[in-house]
């Protein structure tokens, strides 16, 4: 069965602190994907980043970076220099390859509060 | 605004009932995801469609089913509504299923169950 672990329930920072959540997953899948979701105060959902279980390389989008590691089955998302628009809780999530974003598996979340 | 909208914004119902969320895909989209929120369960993922055919089914309970129609909306029925039914219920869409596929998220419907 698949598992996604966020450890971290809750981090409050300084605005313009970097921080990490940190997420570590668990599969018997050789190929899959993983995803990071952000969900603001306002409650919608946003979708961050995607990838595959070949591609190892790091991702960097604007303040955001994301640290695949096959090895640790880990998959940790930073924000550089973290802005109060930040805050919100933050997704980790799993889900079988051949079937892209269904079939996922989601982490509890990490409530991230970024204060002025 | 993403794009993709979710009727009705909240509902409140009682235990045994049978309501109908509704979820309209961003114009383009083919396929559609049904996700549950709920303190207890956290976030799950109950179902997916692509172009009308079901893709992936996750803990999606028997009392519920979905479907996606010809014009591409789809509708999650829930039935012999239980309290810990209520819960956010979101709706996503996507142009495909391919790897470069963003998802886009409705707004969510909230359903109480008294």
């Known amino acids: 069965a698949q598992k996604v672990t966020q450890a971290q329930t809750e981090i409050s920072v300084v605005e313009k602190e970097d921080v990490t959540l940190d997420c570590v997953y668990e599969?018997?899948?050789?190929?899959?994907?993983l995803f990071w979701y952000k969900q603001p105060p306002s409650g919608e959902l946003v979708f961050l980043i995607r990838?595959?279980?070949?591609?190892?390389q790091n991702e960097i989008s604007g303040r955001y970076s994301w640290n695949f590691q096959k090895s640790t089955s880990s998959f940790n998302f930073t924000i550089t220099a973290s802005q109060v628009v930040d805050s919100a809780v933050y997704f980790c999530?799993?889900?079988?390859?051949?079937?892209?974003?269904?079939?996922?598996?989601f982490g509890d979340g990490t409530t991230l509060t970024v204060k002025p | 605004d993403s794009g993709v909208t979710q009727t009705p914004k909240h509902l409140i119902t009682a235990t045994g009932q049978r309501v109908t969320l509704r979820c309209s895909p961003r114009?383009?989209?083919?396929?559609v995801y049904w996700y549950q929120q709920s303190l207890d369960q956290g976030l799950q993922f109950l179902i997916q469609?692509?172009?009308?055919?079901?893709?992936a089914k996750g803990n999606i309970l028997e009392r519920f089913s979905a479907q996606q129609f010809p014009d591409l909306h789809s509708e999650l029925n829930l039935s012999s509504l239980e309290l810990g039914d209520s819960a956010l219920y979101f709706c996503?869409?996507?142009?495909?299923?391919?790897?470069?596929?963003?998802?886009?998220f409705g707004p969510g419907t909230r359903l109480t169950v008294l």
């Open positions: 996503a869409s996507s142009v495909a299923t391919g790897e470069s596929d963003t998802q886009y």
């Open positions: 599969t018997r899948d050789t190929t899959y994907y």
């Open positions: 990838r595959n279980s070949f591609d190892e």
């Open positions: 999530a799993l889900s079988e390859f051949d079937t892209n974003a269904g079939k996922s598996t």
């Open positions: 114009s383009g989209d083919l396929s």
């Open positions: 469609y692509y172009n009308g055919e079901e893709r």
